[in-house]
């Protein structure tokens, strides 16, 4: 157990919806970095927040948005779903900002769009 | 950005022989290189990493090099256990300074290992 929870666990829902997935860093750990894994793209790096600001953006489409709350807590929101969206979506989370810092994973959500 | 290559994508040994996996990077300025096990279905679990001023570092069966100036890096296990098959995942931390892309870590496409009993 890495000390990052997720949830929901599964997900599953209609094209077109929108969804929130919940992440909750290890106690201590400032960042928060979210991930897609697909099977033909591999781990996929969408948005970074430490302490609460956006840090870093990777290939997130603008249909993603995602925040992280004055309790470091972080949601990804996904909206106007397409069958392409169906994917395990991981946070990692890190004491500090930068690459010094090792990332642990969560569970992951997984997602089914139908 | 940052391209990550990693080979083999699949990889059989017997039950206590070695396997090793390799992986290149491409951006020069990168500096952390970190290794996950993922097994089917659970999250990418960090199991080793090296960062750019040391060329080796091992825990117990479970070791990593790095060559800077070649701009690789391999994992290393020995003494291979039917617990040990999993998916490796290497990775590369892009600062963003030369490659102009986001800072992240960029991951490459993963190995199959199978440990045969």
């Known amino acids: 157990d890495s000390g990052v929870t997720q949830t929901p666990k599964h997900l599953i829902t209609a094209t077109g919806q929108r969804v929130t997935l919940r992440c909750s860093p290890r106690s201590g750990d400032l960042s928060v970095y979210w991930y897609q894994q697909s099977l033909d793209q591999g781990l996929q790096f969408l948005i970074q927040y430490y302490n609460g600001e956006e840090r870093a953006k990777g290939n997130i489409l603008e249909r993603f948005s995602a925040q992280q709350f004055p309790d470091l807590h972080s949601e990804l929101n996904l909206s106007s779903l397409e069958l392409g969206d169906s994917a395990l979506y991981f946070c990692?989370?890190?004491?500090?900002?930068?690459?010094?810092?090792?990332?642990?994973f969560g569970p992951g959500t997984r997602l089914t769009v139908t | 950005g940052e391209n990550v290559e990693q080979h083999p994508s699949t990889l059989s040994v017997q039950e206590g022989d070695s396997a090793v996996i390799k992986c290149t990077y491409s951006?020069?300025?990168?500096?952390?290189f970190p290794w996950y096990k993922q097994e089917l279905g659970k999250r990418p679990q960090l199991i080793i990493d090296?960062?750019?001023?040391?060329g080796e570092k091992k825990d117990q069966r479970i070791a990593v090099t790095l060559n800077k100036t070649a701009k690789h890096f391999s994992l290393h296990i020995t003494e291979t256990q039917p617990e040990d098959s999993a998916v490796y995942f290497c990775?590369?931390?892009?600062?963003?300074?030369?490659?102009?892309?986001?800072?992240?870590?960029?991951f490459g496409s993963g190995t199959q290992l199978t440990v045969l009993p």
């Open positions: 090296i960062r750019s001023n040391v």
């Open positions: 990692a989370s890190s004491v500090g900002d930068g690459g010094a810092y090792e990332q642990y």
């Open positions: 990775a590369a931390w892009d600062s963003g300074y030369t490659s102009g892309s986001a800072r992240q870590l960029t």
């Open positions: 951006d020069s300025a990168s500096n952390y």
